[in-house]
Every structure is written in structure tokens, then in C-alpha cells.
């Protein structure tokens, strides 16, 4: 049996307000398990405990009461985060470095050899689409190029933990797109992710398992598939269907005594998938019109 890349038990953060004895309970008595190459949804209102829990997992913090750990090493101990990478949600970098010059720096740091470390660079810039401003200054990069330049920072020495928090905060849909596919790409090769994210309709896309957090307490935790499915309803997606069946389907429903016709209409796609789907079948014809 592997061992969890997170542990998290019963973890209770206290802060002193003031010498009146004030106090602030930012996180009160929670537990959940974050396994191998899964990805982790922590979610919750501003204030709730989400960026407290994850600096304690991340050893900049230490626990009132209860224990975190990764891959078994306590978060305590220096050698837990060997194999971890972080993007916080407001990175700070050196504008007047390059993307190259960026990673060559964050390389360097992490302990990796010059002879890996060209080739890992280059690696990393095409991976989070930044091949053609690799030589550019950070100060002339948009706010998703930051971000994309960042996650790349975060995983250069190849962790098998990343912690995100709001990786895709002020990115357009299609640097929003990018980024979840390269969260999807890390999945694939068994990295494990805890992705603490505003972005809803995101975590739902990218996540496995997911905690909802509220005043420092755990509301909900669990399988994705198991938390937002309506238990009480069924619902059938029926391709080509004639009007005729489904006159008959909607008359035997009103027959029985117990179930009810709750809404019948055409399944919806999301707002940002039709945004992608119209902007790219724009972009190809306007290249293709070029190309005439």
C-alpha cells in the first residue's frame, strides 16, 4: 500500500490576537487524506482556514494541536518538502529576469545539476507554452504568462506534491484552459495536487476529491462524483430521441404515484466552454483566411 502524499489529522491552528488573552481558532480539529497522483480540491469563503491548513502542511506554520505530514515525513521536519513544489496565489519574482533566467534561478536553488538544468528549463518552457518569450524580461509578462512561468517554477525539480493556490486568479479562459491542462498533465504522471481555488467550475473539472471549509471548520469531504450528485433525482440523456417516446416517457412518469417530471429540455454546456470553443473556431479561420 502507497503512502498518502498528505495526512492531515485532526489539526487545530490557534492565534494570539492580543495580551488580553484574544484569540482566533483559524482552523478547529480537521483530517483528510490526500492520495498519490490525486488531485485535491480545497475549497471555502475567504477566511475560512484554507491557506492556514496549507502552510501548516507546508511547515511555515506549526499546529496548535493535531499533525500534518507528507509522504509520511512530518511537515515539521525540512526533509517533508524535498518533494513538494508551491505556487502561492501572489508569486513574487525577479521582473528583471527572464523566463529562462527564472527557472534557471529556481533550478539552481532546488540542487539541480547544470548539466540537467538546460535541458530541464527548456523542457518546462514548452510544457507551460512560454517557449517564444523565454527570453523576455518578467516585467513585460501578462498576468497569465506569471502565473504559467510560476507552476513551471513549482515543479522544476520534479515533486511528487504541488500545492496551488488560486493558480488561475486573473487569467483569462484560455491561460485558465492552459493551466488546467497542465494540473491534468501533472495527474497523469503521478504527481498529487491540492488545488485551493475560488474557480468553482474549475475544481469540479480538474479534482477528485474535494473539502469544503467554513470558519476553520470541515463541512463536507469527499469524492467529487459523491458530493454533488441529487440523490433523490435520475437523470437519462437520450440522443436523437423522437417526440412520439417521449410523449410516452413524460406519461408514464405523470402515472406514477411517486415520481415526479422535474424538468425536460436539451443538456446545457457551460459558458466557458462555448467562450473556448467560439474564440479557437475564430482564431483557425482567421488563420485560414490568411493562408488563402
Not at 505556487?87 to 539552481?108: A, D, I, R, V
Not at 436523437?240 to 415526479?260: G, S, T, W, Y
Amino acid at each position: 500500500m502507497s503512502v498518502p502524499a498528505v495526512e492531515v489529522h485532526n489539526l487545530t491552528k490557534v492565534f494570539s490576537l492580543s495580551l488580553q488573552r484574544d484569540y482566533l481558532v483559524a482552523v478547529k480539529n480537521i483530517s483528510f487524506t490526500v492520495g498519490a497522483g490525486e488531485i485535491y480540491g480545497l475549497i471555502g469563503p475567504n477566511g475560512s482556514g484554507k491557506s492556514t491548513t496549507m502552510k501548516v502542511i507546508l511547515g511555515l506554520m506549526k499546529p496548535t494541536r493535531g499533525s500534518t505530514s507528507i509522504f509520511g515525513v512530518d511537515s515539521r521536519d525540512v526533509r517533508s518538502r524535498h518533494q513538494v513544489g508551491f505556487l502561492p496565489e501572489n508569486p513574487y519574482f525577479y521582473k528583471h529576469l527572464s523566463g529562462w533566467e527564472t527557472l534557471q534561478f529556481y533550478g539552481k536553488l532546488c540542487g539541480l545539476k547544470k548539466s540537467v538544468l538546460k535541458d530541464r528549463c527548456a523542457e518546462l518552457l514548452a510544457m507551460v507554452d512560454l517557449e517564444d518569450a523565454a527570453k523576455r524580461r518578467l516585467s513585460g509578462y501578462s498576468k497569465g504568462m506569471l502565473q504559467r512561468i510560476g507552476l513551471a517554477q513549482a515543479i522544476i525539480q520534479r515533486p511528487q506534491l504541488v500545492i496551488l493556490d488560486e493558480p488561475t486568479a486573473g487569467v483569462d479562459p484560455a491561460g485558465s484552459r492552459k493551466i488546467r491542462d497542465l494540473i491534468m498533465q501533472l495527474k497523469q504522471d503521478g504527481v498529487a495536487v491540492i488545488l485551493c481555488s475560488h474557480q468553482l467550475e474549475q475544481v469540479q473539472e480538474v479534482c477528485d476529491r474535494v473539502a469544503i471549509m467554513q470558519k476553520g471548520e470541515m463541512l463536507r469531504e469527499g469524492a467529487l462524483d459523491d458530493l454533488i450528485a441529487v440523490e433523490d433525482e435520475v437523470e437519462l440523456v437520450v440522443k436523437n430521441l423522437p417526440a412520439a417516446l417521449q410523449e410516452q416517457i413524460e406519461q408514464l412518469v405523470k402515472d406514477d404515484e411517486k415520481a415526479q417530471l422535474v424538468r425536460v429540455g436539451h443538456p446545457r454546456t457551460t459558458l466557458e466552454r462555448l467562450f473556448l470553443s467560439e474564440t479557437e473556431a475564430g482564431t483557425k479561420a482567421s488563420k485560414t483566411e490568411g493562408e488563402v
